[in-house]
């Protein structure tokens, strides 16, 4: 069987008016990968996220036309006008199941750590279980990949820490309440980081949500996505006596909240606590009232400077990371070299043994009986001494796990004349089914930015 084949582009080659032109949706690969496994690939997977869409596959022979294969690619989406072939990038054999590795642990994503990609990589692999277009070895690939992402982020901090504004923002909540299910928070605005945070928000348990936006309808349809009440904006002051958590990220030329207005609720709380996040740019909170007692505000540099902590550390711990790849690329690729070096040890102690015996039978008759059993024992002793030094290198080449290993297979099989391999039955796979996206630890990621 042919290497490995990838090509794909991404956040590194392409822009994003690029990328979402080369998006494929579930019924799209429910489409394309019959096509392409007819036409070019014995089992092959695509992968497509906002960030990158990536096709991995066994070509049905080698030297695969990638000219011609990517006009047939970018043609299922009309697109092979507009995609230039700079594009993209063309991998194959170890280092496209090692690129593979590295999407699957989150250290090619645009954020370092990335806890969603290795969730799409599963979807991927259903879709392509789905359509029969998962073989033996793809399958046993991605299981290898699975297994890398989920070791990344249990032996390394690879995913730990805020990596988004929205996110750190959340986090700083669950610290300062330890018990968030029990609190209540108001957001204002409904734009993007308004939409992350209540994502993140649910994801920690907040109790009660409210949101006010001047728009009503953007903010009853959040309200109707994460299961919160809306209240109307032009109020909104009138609800903070019963609100742990504020948080603001609307566009305003002048303060919606000013430290007079702070004052004046807190004598009305009876000088309950309060959280007040400002994401606005500008500023729409009084950052004066943060000398409030029991106000506790914060903007959006207090998020970066921990954002930037965070980023430093998920970099420091790639190297960690990449030693895990390099150990799970190492089984896979043994593994792989084992399904062609066994079955030739295999064949050819069969073929010699079949030599053996027809000789034997021939001329058995020229030898008495009770000598039988040493003529057995004499023909045996003197085969597998001829056959030691081969077989032993075959294995040493596969313990080496490199090309020249393979080479040696190749060889082995033509001196002696051994037929070719067929493939490998597709056997019972462990089922590796997607896992709900872990939106509740990080962002942005492959599907959302801020």
């Not at 582009?9 to 998006?23: F, G, M, P, Q």
């Not at 506790?296 to 550390?313: A, E, P």
Request: net charge negative; glycine share 6%; aromatic share 6%.
């Amino acid at each position: 069987m042919p290497d490995l084949f990838v090509i794909g582009i991404s956040h590194r080659t392409a822009s994003i008016d690029i990328r979402e032109r080369l998006w494929f949706s579930k019924e799209e690969i429910r489409n394309a990968l019959p096509q392409l496994k007819d036409r070019f690939f014995r089992e092959c997977v695509l992968l497509s996220t906002c960030n990158r869409t990536e096709l991995y596959g066994f070509p049905r022979q080698s030297g695969l036309d990638r000219d011609n294969f990517r006009k047939f690619f970018t043609g299922l989406k009309n697109i092979d006008s507009v995609v230039r072939p700079e594009h993209f990038y063309n991998l194959s054999g170890r280092e496209s199941a090692r690129h593979l590795f590295r999407v699957a642990t989150g250290i090619d994503s645009m954020i370092p750590g990335d806890v969603q990609i290795l969730g799409q990589v599963k979807e991927a692999y259903s879709l392509a279980r789905e359509c029969d277009t998962l073989g033996l070895v793809s399958a046993r690939l991605f299981q290898s990949a699975f297994h890398a992402g989920k070791r990344s982020r249990a032996e390394t901090g690879i995913s730990e820490g805020a990596v988004s504004i929205s996110y750190g923002a959340v986090e700083l909540a669950g610290k300062i309440y330890a018990d968030l299910h029990r609190k209540t928070a108001l957001l204002l605005g409904a734009g993007k980081t308004s939409e992350l945070t209540l994502k993140h928000l649910r994801s920690k348990g907040i109790g009660r949500l409210y949101i006010a936006n001047r728009t009503l309808s953007k903010a009853l349809e959040l309200a109707e996505r994460f299961e919160a009440s809306v209240i109307d904006f032009d109020s909104f002051k009138s609800n903070l006596k019963s609100i742990d958590i504020l948080i603001s990220s609307v566009s305003s030329p002048q303060y919606i909240l000013t430290s007079g207005d702070l004052s004046r609720l807190m004598k009305e709380r009876e000088n309950r606590a309060l959280l007040v996040i400002d994401l606005g740019v500008p500023r729409n909170i009084d950052p004066t009232a943060n000398r409030i007692e029991n106000v506790f505000l914060h903007d959006i540099d207090t998020f970066k400077v921990i954002v930037d902590k965070n980023l430093q550390k998920r970099h420091a711990e790639i190297p960690k990371v990449e030693k895990i790849i390099e150990e799970e690329l190492s089984r896979f690729l043994h593994w792989k070299d084992s399904l062609e070096v066994n079955p030739t040890i295999e064949q050819l102690e069969a073929a010699v043994e079949a030599i053996r015996q027809k000789e034997i039978d021939k001329y058995r008759h020229r030898f008495r009986p009770e000598e039988h059993e040493t003529l057995e024992l004499l023909t045996r002793r003197i085969i597998n001494k001829i056959l030691h030094p081969p077989l032993v290198t075959l294995r040493q080449g596969l313990e080496g796990r490199d090309d020249e290993g393979i080479r040696m297979v190749a060889l082995t099989r033509r001196l002696f004349g051994l037929p070719s391999q067929a493939e490998p039955a597709f056997g019972d796979i462990e089922d590796e089914r997607p896992e709900q996206a872990d939106t509740g630890e990080e962002a942005p990621t492959e599907d959302e930015t801020e």
